[in-house]
C-alpha cells in the first residue's frame, strides 16, 4: 500500500469529522423523537423507563449506524475524483508568472 499524501489525510480526517459530528445530531434527534412520548403521554415509572432505555439502544444504533454509512461510502465516493490536469498555456501569456516576453 502506497503512502498517502496530505490531501488524502486530510480528505479522511474531514470524512471523519463529518461523520461523527453528523451521527451525533441524527442520535439526538432520535433520542428527542423516543423520549418525547414520556412527556407527552402519562406513563408509570416503569413504562418511562423502557422508553429511555430504548430510546438509549436507538440513539447508539444510529450513531453507529450513520459513522459506518458515511465512512464506508467515503472510498467509493473518492475513486473517479477528477484530477488536477494542467490548463493548456496561452501562447499571449509569458511562460512565467511575474515575467515578460520581450516584445511585450
Known sequence: ??????????A??????????????????AFIAVAATTVFLDLSRAAERVVLLSGA?????VFVARI???????PRRGRGRPTATPRPQDP????????TRPDS
Open 1 to 10: 500500500m502506497g503512502r498517502r499524501s496530505q490531501e488524502d489525510r486530510d
Open 12 to 29: 479522511m480526517t474531514v470524512e471523519i469529522v463529518f461523520a461523527l459530528v453528523s451521527g451525533a445530531a441524527l442520535a439526538a434527534a
Open 57 to 61: 439502544v436507538v440513539t447508539a444504533v
Open 68 to 74: 459506518v454509512d458515511v465512512l464506508w461510502g467515503f
Open 92 to 99: 499571449s501569456q509569458p511562460s512565467q508568472p511575474g515575467r
